[in-house]
């Protein structure tokens, strides 16, 4: 059987779609389209501190001005907490999950947490749930960065997989939203390769397929600084789409020529999709 890529987006509604964000949009669009596989949109809206409902709407209105269609519904985050319980109860089950009190600032500075609460038996609720980890080693392979191998005991320790206050964590929703809604090839930007070996221990502990893994390149802004909505980085434009379309198919090491801009955004998302080559593009030195 040949590999059908079902790729994904999945933005945070805490701002607009700056060019960082349009980048990882496009590649993992036309990388599911060039091998005719399927793109789904996710919205992950579990912040509800910092998640808004017109960035929501202004995201896909945005995707959809860009001609980056997806298949299928939209996914929320914010709709799932009963499918997130579910998996926690089974993570509860093997490998085990405790109670942490530990606060942001306590912990601050320290990479890997150091098991602090592991043994204290605090109540399950009203607190932040960690997962245990065990010594064993992660080893993947990234089509653009290669072999990986990564060890969560040392690496991170116990993680989160539940907060106090929005229940799933990051970890633990973007696993069991990819697994469930059939993605197998997750693209994303650099940012989330040392999280990826977490996410690969919940797959492991809920039995769960491994997507293949591809992380792009971070684009930086004229001070080198990553293009984030934490750095501010600007909105892209509604009006001229075009042009931006270009520039980012251009960063992606695919360039278009003139005359295939004149045609707009789909025919050129098209014609790179008919000659995409994901390892075009370029990384830092
Ligand atoms: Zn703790």
Redesign the pocket.
């Known amino acids: 059987m040949p590999f059908i890529p079902v790729g994904r987006f999945a933005p945070s509604p805490t701002g607009p779609l700056h060019r960082g964000s349009l980048f990882v949009a496009v590649a993992s669009y036309i990388d599911a389209r060039a091998r005719g596989g399927r793109w789904l949109l996710r919205i992950e809206d579990l912040d509800t501190q910092r998640c808004r409902p017109e960035y929501d709407t202004l995201i896909l209105q945005t995707l959809q001005r860009y001609a980056l269609s997806w298949d299928g519904e939209v996914w929320r985050q914010s709709q799932r907490h009963a499918i997130y319980a579910d998996h926690l109860q089974r993570l509860h089950a093997h490998p085990g999950l405790y109670a942490?009190?530990?606060s942001r600032l306590?912990?601050r500075g320290q990479e890997c947490?150091p098991?602090?609460?592991?043994h204290?038996a605090l109540a399950m609720s009203g607190h932040?749930l960690?997962v245990c980890v065990d010594a064993r080693r992660i080893d993947f392979d990234d089509r653009l960065h290669g072999a990986q191998s990564d060890q969560p005991a040392t690496q991170c320790g116990d993680f989160v997989v539940w907060r106090r206050e929005q229940g799933a964590a990051y970890q633990l929703a973007v696993v069991v939203d990819d697994a469930l809604s059939g993605v197998n090839s997750v693209l994303r930007g650099a940012d989330l390769l040392d999280n990826t070996a977490r996410q690969i221990f919940l797959q492991q502990m809920l039995g769960l397929a491994r997507p293949e893994y591809t992380h792009l390149p971070l684009l930086r802004d004229a001070q080198g600084r990553k293009l984030s909505k934490q750095n501010h980085a600007p909105a892209i434009s509604l009006e001229d789409p075009v042009s931006e379309l270009a520039a980012v198919l251009a960063a992606l090491g695919h360039p278009v020529s003139p005359p295939l801009c004149r045609q707009g955004c789909a025919a050129m998302l098209a014609a790179v999709a008919s000659d995409w080559d994901v390892r075009r593009i370029p990384l830092p030195a």
């Open positions: 942490c009190r530990c306590r912990l947490y098991g602090t609460c592991r204290l932040a960690r």
